[in-house]
């Protein structure tokens, strides 16, 4: 049985009227814990808060969720799990209005480590264009609870060979993949990442990335990316909270290396504690 804490209480069910059932009405954060400790824990609070704010969704105090992440996470033996904190509107009935002083619902879940093949980390993986698009809109960049664009991407194949897939924007602009944020090195050794603030999810990872980049004074840039420019990049990973960096080895037919760039960033990531 998945270990859960639903608004301080060790139990497995909540409301059939609940908001974030009905409507995806919430906010979700997936959370690296390693040797009992959730690891950046701030940045996933800050990126939290800013959904909180767009949503204009009451959040329960950082240090509450905090104590009852530490009490969930010594429930068990294990020292490598996956936190999962739900934050939704609280029941106001069959309705799309809310009243203003709505107060929230939270959950926190303790999943498995995912097992990934160590190959994707160490040998790179390989990827597809998904079919289904994103279309623009204000919701881009926080983790709201509907996913449903990354269900429909992510069901498009079954190749066990294929570790995931990118998704474009309907203007055919690379925005991420479907559990991950993407970036490419040019020949220039410029790093690029898609720009988000029309869609997509701007990963917790991806940010740690882009402070660690500026603070190694490397060249990057957020901008607009073509298929066509992917195709000329020298290097390619993906990043999230949960699998680090996987760099990319190919896509479709085109190849790419695992270059020293990369590298570094995979010996970066590895250090947070």
């Known amino acids: 049985m998945i270990p859960a804490l639903i608004n301080g209480e060790f139990r497995q069910s ?22 009992g400790k959730p690891l950046l824990w701030q940045q996933h609070m800050q990126r939290l808060q800013a959904g909180a704010t767009q949503l204009k969704l009451h959040l329960p105090d950082s240090q509450l969720l905090y104590r009852e992440a530490l009490h969930l996470i010594q429930q068990s033996q294990q020292s490598q799990f996956v936190l999962k904190i739900m934050i939704s509107r609280n029941n106001t009935g069959r309705a799309y209005y809310y009243q203003p002083e709505s107060l929230s619902q939270r959950v926190l879940l303790l999943f498995p480590w995912p097992q990934y093949p160590a190959s994707y980390q160490q040998q790179g993986v390989k990827l597809r264009f998904c079919h289904h698009y994103l279309s623009p809109s204000p919701l881009a960049g926080i983790k709201h609870l509907n996913r449903l664009d990354q269900v429909i991407a992510r069901n498009e194949w ?28 040019s020949a220039e050794r410029v790093i690029v990442t898609p720009d988000l603030t029309q869609c997509g999810i701007a990963g917790v990872m991806r940010a740690w990335l882009l402070a660690y980049i500026q603070q190694q004074a490397w060249s990057y840039q957020i901008t607009t990316l073509k298929p066509s420019q992917l ?6 990973f993906l990043c999230n909270s949960i699998i680090g960096i996987w760099p990319v080895t190919q896509i479709e037919d085109w190849h790419y290396t695992i270059g020293d760039m990369t590298l570094k960033l995979l010996q970066a990531v590895a250090q947070i504690n």
Do not use: C, P, W
């Open 14 to 35: 909540i409301s059939v009227f609940d908001r974030g059932f009905h409507y995806g009405d919430g906010l979700f954060e997936t959370i690296a814990v390693k040797q």
């Open 231 to 236: 195709k000329t990049m020298q290097e390619v």
């Open 158 to 185: 079954q190749d066990a060979s294929i570790a995931e897939g990118i998704v474009l924007d309907n203007n055919g602009n690379v925005v991420e993949a479907t559990m991950s944020n993407i970036f490419a090195i």
